[in-house]
């Protein structure tokens, strides 16, 4: 019987299996253009994880949001770091939304001033909403209605919430809209929280989040931990409450910097490659991490150069630090004959993870191809999720399988777990996408410590930043060095993983729909190489 058992747990394993196939990783490191293994080879050891590092411990406990003193002190240390190392910056100057919002200070207690402490910055970092005001000197107190979802009308009837303080499960806007606008409460809490950040067995985690900026109606928000939340209910189940909240915030409206970092390309300084970090938002790895990360690529590039090892690039390489999306907006849109002349980008965001922590892999988020328009099994989507993608991005190019085959060139020297997954969008690349320029994320997920308070330094690994900073090096020099005679190596890797690719959905029955759609695909990505022929 147990053996009959046993027999069937295995069939049952190989169904499934059979069921999930490996993910897509043909051995491309094998066919790596020699250029590109020279790169690899003289990077590698010149990535200093130490000087991540001290980026990250320097900029991970501070709130970062686009126009703040943390923000701009966090840009200001990388600038005198890169320039130490004698690397020319300068900062664009790029108009924004953002209110420059900065947490100082945030308390909600139980009941009175001196009631039990149920959310705090001490305590939980960053439970305040962004665009939250501050309250009067010594905070206020106000009634705690509770309205369980609070995402549509009928959750307030026959509740007062005007001046109170409103419970919810629901999303900042919806409820906030709904209590605040429309009904005049003081404030908002808010439960949610995704799935992934396990909230049933990690008590004292939340999500960070913003409120509308209503300078009319200057108000505040909180994120609720499950245990903050459950203390809040308890209190609630013994008759009515009210809570007293201090909010200490400022807003910093001036103009928001881009720090800009450039390789200045020898014999074709017009063409560019471009590196994005952005450095808003309050973790350690989302994402301190990519501010350090980029930086210790522009020192392993800085050293080559410096030494000789590496000839300086033909084409100029570009790296930016600034506010997520606006940043990469603003200099597409500031010069249309400089992005027309653009190689390539890669978005560096989420590339420290110790994944024994966070769970998750190291991912490389692809460009669009069949795989964003046609789920495949050996190319699964991220947690983060799929977006409906704009069928004219689907446009053939090196760029995927180049970068893919340096990461397995990493993995084969370091044992380094590398994955890809179809485009979802969310990241700089998005940017330079739809600009039409040939672009890529690198990440990690589900990072099950994604944008939440817990997102902190001990959660980030210096080994990891030290792959993705010569993985980005690496690719990066080889296409800002790269010239006619690396065009046919490069088709070669990639009509290899053209070849892979076909026998993989072969081997899956794709219907001829999709092998049409990668056959159209690949013939643009191996014409697409001639791109670097320019470089003599
Ligand atoms: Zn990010």
Same mark, same amino acid.
Do not use: C
């Given at each position: 019987?147990?053996?009959?058992?046993?027999?069937?747990?295995?069939?049952?394993? #190989?169904?499934? $299996?059979? &069921?999930?196939p490996?993910p897509f990783l043909p051995? *491309? +490191?094998?066919?790596?253009?020699?250029?590109?293994?020279?790169?690899?080879?003289?990077?590698?050891?010149?990535?200093?994880?130490?000087?991540?590092?001290?980026?990250?411990?320097?900029?991970?406990?501070?709130?970062?949001?686009?126009?703040?003193?943390?923000?701009?002190?966090?840009?200001?240390?990388?600038?005198?770091?890169?320039?130490?190392?004698?690397?020319?910056?300068?900062?664009?100057?790029?108009?924004?939304?953002?209110?420059?919002?900065?947490?100082?200070?945030?308390? *909600?207690?139980?009941?009175?001033?001196?009631?039990?402490?149920?959310?705090?910055?001490? &305590?939980?970092?960053?439970?305040?909403?962004?665009?939250?005001?501050?309250?009067?000197?010594?905070?206020?107190?106000? !009634?705690?209605?509770?309205?369980?979802?609070?995402?549509?009308?009928?959750?307030?009837?026959?509740? +007062?919430?005007?001046?109170?303080?409103?419970?919810?499960?629901?999303?900042? %806007?919806?409820?906030?809209?709904?209590?605040?606008?429309? !009904?005049?409460?003081?404030?908002?809490?808010?439960? &949610?929280?995704?799935?992934?950040?396990?909230?049933?067995?990690?008590?004292?985690?939340?999500?960070? %989040?913003?409120?509308?900026?209503?300078?009319? !109606?200057?108000?505040?928000?909180?994120?609720?931990?499950?245990?903050?939340?459950?203390?809040?209910?308890?209190?609630?189940?013994?008759?009515?409450?009210?809570?007293?909240?201090?909010?200490?915030?400022?807003?910093?409206? !001036?103009?928001?910097?881009?720090?800009?970092?450039?390789?200045?390309?020898?014999?074709?300084?017009?063409?560019?490659?471009?590196?994005?970090?952005?450095?808003?938002?309050?973790?350690?790895?989302?994402?301190?991490?990519?501010?350090?990360?980029?930086?210790?690529?522009?020192?392993?590039?800085?050293?080559?150069?410096? +030494?000789?090892? *590496?000839?300086?690039?033909?084409?100029?390489?570009?790296?930016?630090?600034?506010?997520?999306?606006? #940043?990469?907006?603003?200099?597409?849109?500031?010069?249309?004959?400089?992005?027309?002349?653009?190689?390539a980008m890669m978005s560096?965001d989420?590339?420290?993870?110790?994944?024994?922590?966070?769970? %998750?892999?190291?991912l490389i988020e692809k460009g669009p191809d069949p795989t964003a328009f046609w789920p495949r099994p050996t190319d699964p989507h991220s947690e983060w999720g799929a977006s409906e993608v704009d069928r004219a991005l689907l446009k053939g190019t090196f760029l995927n399988d180049l970068h893919l #085959?340096?990461?397995?060139?990493?993995?084969?020297?370091?044992?380094?777990?590398?994955r890809t997954n179809p485009y979802e969008g969310g990241s700089d690349h998005t940017s330079f996408i739809k600009a039409g320029v040939p672009a890529l994320l690198n990440w990690?997920f589900t990072?099950?410590?994604?944008?939440?308070?817990?997102?902190?330094?001990?959660?980030?690994?210096?080994?990891?930043?030290?792959?993705?900073?010569?993985?980005?090096?690496?690719?990066?020099?080889?296409? $800002?060095?790269?010239?006619?005679?690396?065009?046919?190596?490069?088709?070669?890797?990639v009509?290899?993983a053209r +070849?892979a690719r076909l026998?993989s959905e072969?081997?899956l029955?794709a219907p001829?729909e999709i092998l049409d759609a990668w056959t159209r695909w690949y013939a643009e990505a191996?014409?697409s190489?001639?791109?670097?022929?320019?470089?003599?």
């Amino acid at each position: 019987m147990r053996f009959a058992a046993f027999v069937l747990v295995i069939a049952g394993t #190989a169904a499934l $299996a059979a &069921q999930t196939p490996a993910p897509f990783l043909p051995p *491309l +490191d094998r066919v790596l253009p020699e250029r590109a293994e020279t790169i690899y080879r003289a990077i590698a050891p010149r990535v200093e994880t130490r000087a991540a590092m001290d980026v990250v411990t320097a900029i991970a406990p501070l709130w970062r949001l686009a126009g703040n003193p943390a923000f701009d002190r966090s840009l200001e240390l990388v600038e005198a770091r890169l320039r130490a190392a004698g690397i020319a910056t300068r900062y664009d100057t790029i108009s924004s939304t953002s209110q420059g919002w900065e947490m100082r200070d945030a308390a *909600l207690r139980l009941d009175g001033p001196a009631g039990e402490i149920v959310l705090s910055m001490a &305590q939980d970092r960053v439970p305040l909403a962004i665009n939250s005001f501050p309250t009067p000197p010594g905070g206020l107190t106000a !009634r705690l209605i509770d309205v369980g979802s609070g995402t549509a009308p009928a959750h307030y009837e026959g509740r +007062d919430v005007a001046g109170a303080v409103v419970l919810a499960d629901g999303p900042f %806007g919806n409820v906030w809209n709904l209590a605040v606008k429309v !009904r005049g409460a003081a404030g908002v809490i808010s439960t &949610q929280i995704a799935g992934y950040t396990q909230p049933t067995t990690t008590p004292g985690v939340l999500q960070w %989040g913003a409120i509308p900026y209503a300078a009319e !109606r200057p108000t505040f928000g909180f994120k609720a931990t499950p245990r903050a939340a459950r203390r809040l209910r308890e209190r609630l189940a013994a008759g009515p409450a009210s809570v007293h909240v201090t909010a200490d915030t400022a807003f910093h409206r !001036r103009p928001v910097r881009t720090l800009v970092a450039e390789f200045p390309g020898t014999r074709l300084p017009d063409e560019r490659v471009v590196l994005v970090a952005h450095v808003q938002e309050p973790g350690a790895n989302d994402n301190a991490s990519g501010t350090g990360t980029l930086m210790a690529a522009a020192l392993a590039l800085q050293a080559a150069f410096a +030494d000789g090892t *590496l000839p300086p690039p033909a084409r100029t390489l570009t790296l930016i630090w600034g506010d997520e999306i606006r #940043a990469s907006d603003a200099w597409i849109a500031a010069d249309a004959a400089r992005l027309s002349r653009v190689v390539a980008m890669m978005s560096l965001d989420m590339t420290g993870e110790d994944t024994t922590k966070t769970g %998750g892999t190291f991912l490389i988020e692809k460009g669009p191809d069949p795989t964003a328009f046609w789920p495949r099994p050996t190319d699964p989507h991220s947690e983060w999720g799929a977006s409906e993608v704009d069928r004219a991005l689907l446009k053939g190019t090196f760029l995927n399988d180049l970068h893919l #085959a340096v990461a397995l060139r990493r993995a084969r020297d370091t044992g380094w777990v590398v994955r890809t997954n179809p485009y979802e969008g969310g990241s700089d690349h998005t940017s330079f996408i739809k600009a039409g320029v040939p672009a890529l994320l690198n990440w990690h997920f589900t990072d099950r410590y994604y944008h939440t308070n817990l997102d902190t330094l001990e959660k980030v690994a210096p080994a990891t930043m030290g792959h993705v900073a010569t993985v980005v090096a690496t690719t990066a020099g080889f296409l $800002a060095s790269a010239g006619a005679g690396d065009v046919a190596p490069l088709r070669g890797l990639v009509a290899t993983a053209r +070849d892979a690719r076909l026998a993989s959905e072969r081997a899956l029955a794709a219907p001829p729909e999709i092998l049409d759609a990668w056959t159209r695909w690949y013939a643009e990505a191996i014409a697409s190489a001639a791109r670097l022929a320019g470089a003599p």
